[in-house]
Nanobody, 124 residues
Framework: QVQLVESGGGLVQAGGSLTPPCAPS????????MGWFRQPPGKEREFVAA????????YYADSAKGRFTISRDNAKNMVYLQMNSLKPEDTAVYYC?????????????????WGQGTQVTISS
């Protein structure tokens, strides 16, 4: 069983940055595909970014391209989502997820484990 814990959320002004980390407990993440999803208020959960186990490939939603960067440090067993140029529409609960193996990176059904989420609020 893998338990994921996100942190680093908060209230930030538009144009600011946040880099929430995701840390697992119970198992190393090095063999898992890792993803970040978000759920804006009153909306469905949506894909943000994903990274393969080696970190060699990354995938982004159109809304995240050019502003967000997903990365991982397998030696530290951590995954990060660097978010720059934040907008009020980025306000959401952000979730870290782990997959034992999926090619459907943007599909939440491909992920086996989820964190509890961290709230990110962007003020205008």
């Amino acid at each position: 069983q893998v338990q994921l814990v996100e942190s680093g959320g908060g209230l930030v002004q538009a144009g600011g940055s946040l880099t929430p980390p995701c840390a697992p407990s119970g198992r190393t993440l090095s063999s898992y595909v890792m993803g970040w999803f978000r759920q804006p208020p009153g909306k469905e959960r949506e894909f943000v970014a994903a990274i393969t186990w080696s970190g060699g490939s990354t995938y982004y939603a159109d809304s995240a391209k050019g502003r967000f960067t997903i990365s991982r440090d397998n030696a530290k067993n951590m995954v990060y989502l660097q978010m720059n140029s934040l907008k009020p529409e980025d306000t959401a609960v952000y979730y870290c997820a782990a997959s034992r193996g999926t090619y459907a990176y943007a599909q939440s059904s491909g992920y086996n484990y989820w964190g509890q989420g961290t709230q990110v609020t962007i003020s205008s």
